[in-house]
Protein backbone atom coordinates (compact mmCIF):
# COMPACT_ATOMS: atom_id res chain seq x y z
CA UNK A 1 0.00 0.00 0.00
CA UNK A 2 1.26 3.35 -1.01
CA UNK A 3 2.37 5.99 1.79
CA UNK A 4 -0.46 8.42 0.29
CA UNK A 5 -3.09 5.62 0.14
CA UNK A 6 -2.83 4.64 3.81
CA UNK A 7 -2.48 8.53 5.11
CA UNK A 8 -5.37 9.22 3.25
CA UNK A 9 -7.25 6.59 4.40
CA UNK A 10 -6.27 6.74 8.55
CA UNK A 11 -7.13 10.93 7.90
CA UNK A 12 -10.47 9.70 5.79
CA UNK A 13 -11.41 7.51 8.65
CA UNK A 14 -10.52 9.01 11.53
CA UNK A 15 -13.35 11.84 9.86
CA UNK A 16 -16.04 10.25 8.01
CA UNK A 17 -16.31 6.41 9.94
CA UNK A 18 -18.88 7.48 12.44
CA UNK A 19 -20.92 8.65 9.95
CA UNK A 20 -20.84 5.67 7.95
CA UNK A 21 -21.32 3.45 10.34
CA UNK A 22 -24.93 5.75 11.32
CA UNK A 23 -25.41 5.61 8.03
CA UNK A 24 -25.41 1.48 7.60
CA UNK A 25 -26.98 1.00 11.12
CA UNK A 26 -29.57 2.84 9.70
CA UNK A 27 -30.24 0.04 7.17
CA UNK A 28 -29.69 -3.00 9.48
CA UNK A 29 -30.66 -1.72 12.52
CA UNK A 30 -27.94 -2.95 14.30
CA UNK A 31 -24.98 -1.22 15.49
CA UNK A 32 -22.33 -3.91 15.86
CA UNK A 33 -23.17 -5.31 12.46
CA UNK A 34 -22.71 -1.64 10.86
CA UNK A 35 -19.74 -1.03 12.36
CA UNK A 36 -18.45 -4.69 10.71
CA UNK A 37 -19.77 -3.60 7.31
CA UNK A 38 -17.84 0.00 7.62
CA UNK A 39 -14.72 -1.91 8.43
CA UNK A 40 -15.05 -4.25 5.52
CA UNK A 41 -15.70 -1.36 3.29
CA UNK A 42 -11.83 -0.42 4.68
CA UNK A 43 -10.23 -3.07 4.00
CA UNK A 44 -11.94 -3.24 0.74
CA UNK A 45 -10.43 0.30 0.25
CA UNK A 46 -7.02 -0.81 1.21
CA UNK A 47 -7.17 -3.52 -1.05
CA UNK A 48 -8.53 -1.68 -4.35
CA UNK A 49 -6.80 2.37 -3.86
CA UNK A 50 -3.77 1.58 -4.17
CA UNK A 51 -4.47 -0.22 -7.58
CA UNK A 52 -6.86 1.59 -8.99
CA UNK A 53 -6.10 5.24 -7.29
CA UNK A 54 -8.44 7.03 -5.24
CA UNK A 55 -11.87 7.84 -6.02
CA UNK A 56 -12.77 10.99 -6.41
CA UNK A 57 -14.68 10.92 -3.42
CA UNK A 58 -13.65 8.63 -1.01
CA UNK A 59 -15.87 9.15 1.67
CA UNK A 60 -18.70 8.18 -0.67
CA UNK A 61 -17.12 5.18 -1.85
CA UNK A 62 -16.50 3.91 1.32
CA UNK A 63 -20.09 4.48 2.45
CA UNK A 64 -21.42 2.77 -1.05
CA UNK A 65 -18.91 -0.14 -0.61
CA UNK A 66 -20.39 -0.29 3.30
CA UNK A 67 -23.91 0.20 1.89
CA UNK A 68 -23.86 -2.72 -0.83
CA UNK A 69 -22.47 -5.16 1.67
CA UNK A 70 -25.74 -4.34 3.81
CA UNK A 71 -27.72 -5.07 1.14
CA UNK A 72 -25.88 -8.17 0.38
CA UNK A 73 -25.64 -9.32 3.93
CA UNK A 74 -30.02 -8.59 3.86
CA UNK A 75 -30.96 -10.72 1.18
CA UNK A 76 -28.78 -13.57 2.58
CA UNK A 77 -30.03 -13.18 6.01
CA UNK A 78 -33.87 -14.12 7.06
CA UNK A 79 -33.73 -11.74 10.11
CA UNK A 80 -32.38 -9.25 8.23
CA UNK A 81 -34.94 -9.34 5.37
CA UNK A 82 -37.82 -9.38 8.42
CA UNK A 83 -36.02 -5.84 9.35
CA UNK A 84 -35.68 -4.19 6.00
CA UNK A 85 -39.70 -5.25 5.98
CA UNK A 86 -40.44 -3.72 9.03
CA UNK A 87 -38.88 -0.43 7.99
CA UNK A 88 -39.56 -0.78 3.95
CA UNK A 89 -42.44 2.23 4.60
CA UNK A 90 -40.24 4.55 6.31
CA UNK A 91 -39.27 7.42 4.38
CA UNK A 92 -35.83 7.76 6.23
CA UNK A 93 -35.07 4.09 5.76
CA UNK A 94 -35.28 4.69 2.07
CA UNK A 95 -33.00 8.03 2.30
CA UNK A 96 -30.27 5.64 3.89
CA UNK A 97 -30.09 3.65 0.61
CA UNK A 98 -29.43 6.77 -0.98
CA UNK A 99 -25.29 7.51 -1.51
CA UNK A 100 -24.48 10.90 0.77
CA UNK A 101 -21.77 12.72 -0.98
CA UNK A 102 -20.25 14.19 2.68
CA UNK A 103 -19.21 17.30 0.73
CA UNK A 104 -21.06 20.68 0.03
CA UNK A 105 -22.96 18.76 -2.93
CA UNK A 106 -25.19 17.12 -0.52
CA UNK A 107 -29.10 18.44 -0.43
CA UNK A 108 -31.02 19.64 2.89
CA UNK A 109 -32.86 16.60 3.01
CA UNK A 110 -29.78 14.29 2.56
CA UNK A 111 -28.26 16.22 5.05
CA UNK A 112 -30.65 16.45 7.75
CA UNK A 113 -30.90 12.66 7.29
CA UNK A 114 -27.13 12.34 7.75
CA UNK A 115 -27.66 14.46 11.22
CA UNK A 116 -30.24 12.21 12.20
CA UNK A 117 -27.81 9.41 11.96
CA UNK A 118 -25.39 10.49 13.81
CA UNK A 119 -27.37 11.96 16.56
CA UNK A 120 -28.89 8.63 16.84
CA UNK A 121 -25.45 6.75 16.83
CA UNK A 122 -24.46 8.74 19.86
CA UNK A 123 -27.41 8.32 21.63
CA UNK A 124 -27.34 4.47 20.74
CA UNK A 125 -23.86 4.48 22.09
CA UNK A 126 -24.46 6.17 25.62
CA UNK A 127 -27.84 4.04 26.09
CA UNK A 128 -28.25 3.94 29.88
CA UNK A 129 -28.29 0.04 29.45
CA UNK A 130 -24.44 0.28 29.43
CA UNK A 131 -22.08 0.70 32.19
CA UNK A 132 -20.57 4.67 32.16
CA UNK A 133 -16.97 2.90 30.69
CA UNK A 134 -18.66 0.82 28.11
CA UNK A 135 -20.34 3.99 27.13
CA UNK A 136 -17.19 6.03 26.78
CA UNK A 137 -15.06 3.16 25.09
CA UNK A 138 -18.29 2.12 22.60
CA UNK A 139 -18.39 6.19 22.10
CA UNK A 140 -14.45 6.65 21.17
CA UNK A 141 -14.70 3.60 19.15
CA UNK A 142 -17.87 4.67 16.89
CA UNK A 143 -17.91 8.03 17.25
CA UNK A 144 -14.13 9.32 18.21
CA UNK A 145 -13.11 7.33 14.97
CA UNK A 146 -10.34 6.44 17.63
CA UNK A 147 -8.71 2.12 17.38
CA UNK A 148 -9.46 0.17 20.25
CA UNK A 149 -5.58 -0.14 21.15
CA UNK A 150 -5.86 4.03 20.95
CA UNK A 151 -8.54 3.97 23.72
CA UNK A 152 -6.63 1.24 25.70
CA UNK A 153 -3.64 3.36 26.26
CA UNK A 154 -5.95 6.46 27.33
CA UNK A 155 -7.20 5.13 29.94
CA UNK A 156 -4.22 2.74 31.08
CA UNK A 157 -6.16 -0.79 30.27
CA UNK A 158 -5.17 -3.98 28.62
CA UNK A 159 -5.89 -3.65 25.35
CA UNK A 160 -7.53 -7.03 25.28
CA UNK A 161 -9.39 -6.17 28.24
CA UNK A 162 -10.63 -3.16 26.55
CA UNK A 163 -11.41 -4.59 23.29
CA UNK A 164 -13.64 -7.31 24.77
CA UNK A 165 -15.34 -4.18 26.87
CA UNK A 166 -16.77 -2.85 23.62
CA UNK A 167 -17.63 -6.90 22.15
CA UNK A 168 -19.75 -6.81 25.57
CA UNK A 169 -21.31 -3.02 25.20
CA UNK A 170 -22.32 -3.91 21.34
CA UNK A 171 -24.07 -7.61 22.46
CA UNK A 172 -25.47 -5.83 24.92
CA UNK A 173 -27.23 -3.72 22.86
CA UNK A 174 -28.62 -6.27 20.84
CA UNK A 175 -30.03 -8.43 23.67
CA UNK A 176 -31.47 -5.48 24.73
CA UNK A 177 -32.95 -4.56 21.42
CA UNK A 178 -32.09 -0.92 21.72
CA UNK A 179 -33.85 0.67 18.64
CA UNK A 180 -31.79 2.87 16.74
CA UNK A 181 -33.53 5.91 16.93
CA UNK A 182 -33.70 9.36 18.77
CA UNK A 183 -34.94 8.20 22.00
CA UNK A 184 -39.05 9.89 22.29
CA UNK A 185 -39.28 13.53 23.77
CA UNK A 186 -40.43 12.92 27.26
CA UNK A 187 -36.55 10.51 27.36
CA UNK A 188 -34.58 13.09 25.72
CA UNK A 189 -33.73 15.20 28.53
CA UNK A 190 -32.27 12.51 30.45
CA UNK A 191 -30.91 11.01 27.90
CA UNK A 192 -28.61 13.76 26.77
CA UNK A 193 -27.51 14.24 29.92
CA UNK A 194 -26.09 10.59 29.74
CA UNK A 195 -24.44 11.92 26.36
CA UNK A 196 -22.93 15.03 27.74
CA UNK A 197 -21.34 13.06 30.56
CA UNK A 198 -19.25 10.91 28.45
CA UNK A 199 -18.05 13.82 26.54
CA UNK A 200 -17.29 15.59 28.95
CA UNK A 201 -15.60 12.33 30.84
CA UNK A 202 -13.22 11.87 27.79
CA UNK A 203 -12.41 15.50 27.87
CA UNK A 204 -11.82 15.26 31.47
CA UNK A 205 -9.28 12.50 31.20
CA UNK A 206 -7.63 14.09 28.54
CA UNK A 207 -7.30 17.64 30.45
CA UNK A 208 -6.71 16.11 33.90
CA UNK A 209 -5.48 12.41 33.75
CA UNK A 210 -6.68 10.67 36.21
CA UNK A 211 -3.33 7.84 36.37
CA UNK A 212 0.25 7.52 34.41
CA UNK A 213 2.87 9.10 33.60
CA UNK A 214 1.52 12.44 31.63
CA UNK A 215 -0.96 15.16 33.07
CA UNK A 216 -2.21 15.97 29.89
CA UNK A 217 -3.72 13.84 26.74
CA UNK A 218 -4.30 15.84 23.95
CA UNK A 219 -5.49 13.26 21.86
CA UNK A 220 -8.68 13.08 24.43
CA UNK A 221 -8.99 16.52 24.52
CA UNK A 222 -9.36 17.01 20.08
CA UNK A 223 -11.55 14.56 20.50
CA UNK A 224 -13.86 15.60 23.01
CA UNK A 225 -14.23 18.87 21.46
CA UNK A 226 -14.66 17.22 17.99
CA UNK A 227 -17.65 14.84 19.63
CA UNK A 228 -19.08 18.00 21.49
CA UNK A 229 -18.80 20.34 18.39
CA UNK A 230 -20.73 17.48 16.27
CA UNK A 231 -23.38 17.12 19.07
CA UNK A 232 -23.92 21.42 19.07
CA UNK A 233 -24.13 21.32 15.27
CA UNK A 234 -26.75 18.38 15.88
CA UNK A 235 -28.59 19.37 18.89
CA UNK A 236 -28.61 23.33 18.30
CA UNK A 237 -31.59 24.51 20.32
CA UNK A 238 -30.29 22.42 23.83
CA UNK A 239 -28.80 25.07 25.83
CA UNK A 240 -26.62 22.52 27.89
CA UNK A 241 -24.78 21.41 24.36
CA UNK A 242 -23.75 25.04 24.23
CA UNK A 243 -22.80 24.97 27.59
CA UNK A 244 -20.81 21.93 27.10
CA UNK A 245 -18.74 23.18 24.43
CA UNK A 246 -18.27 26.73 25.74
CA UNK A 247 -16.36 24.90 28.80
CA UNK A 248 -14.50 22.54 27.36
CA UNK A 249 -13.11 25.43 24.36
CA UNK A 250 -12.46 27.44 27.51
CA UNK A 251 -10.65 24.88 29.86
CA UNK A 252 -9.03 23.78 26.20
CA UNK A 253 -7.25 27.37 25.82
CA UNK A 254 -5.20 26.93 29.12
CA UNK A 255 -3.40 23.75 27.46
CA UNK A 256 -0.30 24.96 26.56
CA UNK A 257 0.00 26.82 29.87
CA UNK A 258 -0.60 24.28 32.07
CA UNK A 259 3.04 22.30 31.76
CA UNK A 260 6.01 24.01 31.93
CA UNK A 261 9.35 23.19 29.68
CA UNK A 262 9.42 20.26 32.05
CA UNK A 263 6.39 18.92 31.77
CA UNK A 264 5.58 19.50 34.75
CA UNK A 265 1.94 20.80 36.26
CA UNK A 266 1.11 24.47 36.25
CA UNK A 267 -1.57 25.73 38.64
CA UNK A 268 -4.12 27.73 37.63
CA UNK A 269 -2.97 30.99 39.24
CA UNK A 270 0.75 30.47 38.54
CA UNK A 271 -0.13 29.99 34.56
CA UNK A 272 1.20 32.73 32.33
CA UNK A 273 -1.91 33.80 30.70
CA UNK A 274 -0.47 34.98 27.33
CA UNK A 275 -0.26 31.11 26.25
CA UNK A 276 -3.96 30.74 26.62
CA UNK A 277 -4.90 30.27 23.24
CA UNK A 278 -7.46 33.44 22.25
CA UNK A 279 -9.29 31.23 19.16
CA UNK A 280 -10.16 28.92 22.29
CA UNK A 281 -11.17 31.28 24.51
CA UNK A 282 -13.00 33.46 21.71
CA UNK A 283 -15.19 30.15 20.44
CA UNK A 284 -15.87 29.07 24.13
CA UNK A 285 -17.32 32.77 25.24
CA UNK A 286 -19.39 32.99 21.76
CA UNK A 287 -20.45 28.88 22.72
CA UNK A 288 -21.20 30.41 25.97
CA UNK A 289 -23.61 33.25 24.61
CA UNK A 290 -25.50 30.87 21.98
CA UNK A 291 -26.32 28.49 24.97
CA UNK A 292 -27.39 31.58 27.32
CA UNK A 293 -29.42 32.67 24.75
CA UNK A 294 -31.30 29.40 24.58
CA UNK A 295 -32.28 29.77 28.34
CA UNK A 296 -32.51 33.69 28.24
CA UNK A 297 -35.35 36.29 26.52
CA UNK A 298 -32.22 38.78 27.21
CA UNK A 299 -29.03 38.19 25.10
CA UNK A 300 -26.22 37.35 27.02
CA UNK A 301 -24.10 40.35 26.40
CA UNK A 302 -27.09 41.65 29.31
CA UNK A 303 -25.80 39.87 31.84
CA UNK A 304 -23.47 41.41 33.70
CA UNK A 305 -20.37 39.34 34.80
CA UNK A 306 -20.28 40.32 38.57
CA UNK A 307 -23.75 39.38 38.70
CA UNK A 308 -23.48 36.08 36.96
CA UNK A 309 -24.43 34.31 39.69
CA UNK A 310 -27.67 36.17 40.40
CA UNK A 311 -29.19 36.44 37.14
CA UNK A 312 -31.65 34.20 35.33
CA UNK A 313 -30.37 31.54 38.09
CA UNK A 314 -32.64 28.90 37.56
CA UNK A 315 -33.09 28.96 33.59
CA UNK A 316 -29.48 27.43 33.37
CA UNK A 317 -27.84 24.15 33.93
CA UNK A 318 -25.12 22.67 34.91
CA UNK A 319 -22.81 23.05 32.16
CA UNK A 320 -23.77 26.57 31.10
CA UNK A 321 -23.32 27.55 35.36
CA UNK A 322 -19.57 26.02 35.05
CA UNK A 323 -19.09 27.45 31.86
CA UNK A 324 -19.44 30.97 33.16
CA UNK A 325 -17.17 30.28 36.08
CA UNK A 326 -14.50 29.51 33.42
CA UNK A 327 -15.64 32.30 31.24
CA UNK A 328 -14.87 34.52 34.22
CA UNK A 329 -11.41 32.72 34.40
CA UNK A 330 -10.90 33.26 30.43
CA UNK A 331 -11.55 37.02 31.03
CA UNK A 332 -9.45 37.80 33.67
CA UNK A 333 -5.85 38.57 32.43
CA UNK A 334 -4.10 38.41 35.17
CA UNK A 335 -4.37 36.16 38.01
CA UNK A 336 -5.51 39.25 40.88
CA UNK A 337 -8.43 40.39 38.52
CA UNK A 338 -10.50 37.30 39.09
CA UNK A 339 -14.12 37.66 40.06
CA UNK A 340 -13.88 35.21 42.65
CA UNK A 341 -16.78 36.77 44.49
CA UNK A 342 -18.79 35.96 41.28
CA UNK A 343 -17.26 32.44 40.65
CA UNK A 344 -18.66 31.73 44.61
CA UNK A 345 -21.92 32.52 43.38
CA UNK A 346 -21.90 30.59 40.69
CA UNK A 347 -20.39 27.68 42.55
CA UNK A 348 -23.29 28.18 44.84
CA UNK A 349 -26.17 27.79 42.03
CA UNK A 350 -24.34 24.83 40.66
CA UNK A 351 -24.94 23.24 44.05
CA UNK A 352 -28.13 23.47 44.22
CA UNK A 353 -28.56 22.32 40.79
CA UNK A 354 -26.37 19.49 41.08
CA UNK A 355 -25.81 19.04 45.20
CA UNK A 356 -22.27 17.25 45.02
CA UNK A 357 -19.48 17.20 47.48
CA UNK A 358 -16.36 17.97 44.57
CA UNK A 359 -18.80 21.55 43.59
CA UNK A 360 -19.11 21.76 47.24
CA UNK A 361 -14.72 21.67 47.79
CA UNK A 362 -14.67 24.03 44.62
CA UNK A 363 -16.59 26.20 46.40
CA UNK A 364 -14.68 26.56 49.16
CA UNK A 365 -11.74 27.34 46.94
CA UNK A 366 -13.69 30.24 45.36
CA UNK A 367 -14.94 31.12 48.75
CA UNK A 368 -11.14 30.93 50.08
CA UNK A 369 -9.84 33.43 47.25
CA UNK A 370 -12.73 35.83 47.61
CA UNK A 371 -13.14 35.98 51.75
CA UNK A 372 -10.26 35.22 52.85
CA UNK A 373 -8.30 31.26 53.37
CA UNK A 374 -10.46 31.17 57.18
CA UNK A 375 -13.77 31.22 55.48
CA UNK A 376 -12.54 28.69 52.76
CA UNK A 377 -11.05 26.06 55.03
CA UNK A 378 -14.16 26.21 57.26
CA UNK A 379 -16.44 24.81 54.10
CA UNK A 380 -13.35 22.64 53.73
CA UNK A 381 -13.63 21.12 57.12
CA UNK A 382 -17.52 20.03 56.80
CA UNK A 383 -16.50 18.05 54.29
CA UNK A 384 -14.37 15.68 56.12
CA UNK A 385 -16.61 13.56 57.22
CA UNK A 386 -17.82 13.01 53.75
CA UNK A 387 -17.30 9.58 53.13
CA UNK A 388 -18.04 10.21 49.27
CA UNK A 389 -14.56 12.16 49.48
CA UNK A 390 -12.61 9.19 50.99
CA UNK A 391 -9.40 8.94 48.82
CA UNK A 392 -10.05 12.07 46.48
CA UNK A 393 -6.98 13.99 47.03
CA UNK A 394 -8.02 17.41 46.22
CA UNK A 395 -9.71 17.49 49.24
CA UNK A 396 -6.30 17.57 51.69
CA UNK A 397 -4.55 19.21 48.65
CA UNK A 398 -7.02 22.31 48.97
CA UNK A 399 -7.45 21.63 52.65
CA UNK A 400 -3.32 21.46 52.61
CA UNK A 401 -3.32 24.84 50.43
CA UNK A 402 -5.94 26.74 52.99
CA UNK A 403 -3.30 25.60 55.81
CA UNK A 404 -0.83 27.21 53.93
CA UNK A 405 -2.23 30.17 53.45
CA UNK A 406 -3.06 30.83 56.97
CA UNK A 407 0.70 29.93 57.90
CA UNK A 408 0.16 26.59 59.37
CA UNK A 409 2.60 24.63 57.50
CA UNK A 410 3.31 21.61 59.15
CA UNK A 411 -0.15 20.97 58.43
CA UNK A 412 -0.31 21.94 55.02
CA UNK A 413 2.72 19.67 54.92
CA UNK A 414 0.84 16.63 56.08
CA UNK A 415 -2.42 17.57 54.11
CA UNK A 416 -0.12 17.54 50.86
CA UNK A 417 1.77 14.47 51.17
CA UNK A 418 -1.91 12.79 51.98
CA UNK A 419 -3.00 14.06 49.11
CA UNK A 420 0.11 12.53 46.86
CA UNK A 421 -0.05 9.31 48.26
CA UNK A 422 -4.35 9.09 46.91
CA UNK A 423 -3.11 10.53 43.37
CA UNK A 424 -2.40 7.58 40.62
CA UNK A 425 -0.88 10.50 38.42
CA UNK A 426 2.95 10.37 38.18
CA UNK A 427 3.31 14.10 37.71
CA UNK A 428 0.55 15.47 40.24
CA UNK A 429 2.28 13.00 42.66
CA UNK A 430 5.18 15.25 42.18
CA UNK A 431 3.86 18.70 42.53
CA UNK A 432 2.22 17.87 45.46
CA UNK A 433 5.25 16.47 46.80
CA UNK A 434 7.02 19.84 46.16
CA UNK A 435 4.24 21.57 47.59
CA UNK A 436 4.88 19.78 51.01
CA UNK A 437 8.54 20.08 50.92
CA UNK A 438 8.11 23.92 50.63
CA UNK A 439 6.16 24.08 53.82
CA UNK A 440 8.67 21.67 55.20
CA UNK A 441 11.22 24.12 54.76
CA UNK A 442 8.89 26.95 55.86
CA UNK A 443 8.22 24.67 59.12
CA UNK A 444 12.46 24.82 59.98
Request: proline letters at 5%; aromatic letters at 4%.
Amino acid sequence: MSEAVGQTLAALWRIESARIVAGVARIVRDVGLAEELAGDALVAALETWPRDGIPGRPGAWLFTAARNGALDRLRRDRVLRAKLAQIGHDLEAQEALSVPDFVDELDARRRDVLQDDLLRLMFTACHPVLSLDARVALTLKLLGGLQTAEIARAFLVPEATLAQRIVRAKRLLGEARVPFELPPPNELGGRLGAVLEVVYLVFNEGYAATAGEDWLRPALIDEALRLGRILAELAPDEPEVHGLVALMELQASRVKARLDGAGRPVLLLDQDRSRWDGVLVRRGLAALERGLRRTNPEPAASVPHGDAGQTHAAARGPYLLQAQIAACHARAHRAELTEWHAIAALYGELALRQPSPVVELNRAVAVGMAEGPAAGLALVERLLEDARLDGYHWLPSVRGDLLAKLGRGEEARREFERAAALTANARERELLLARAGARGSDAT
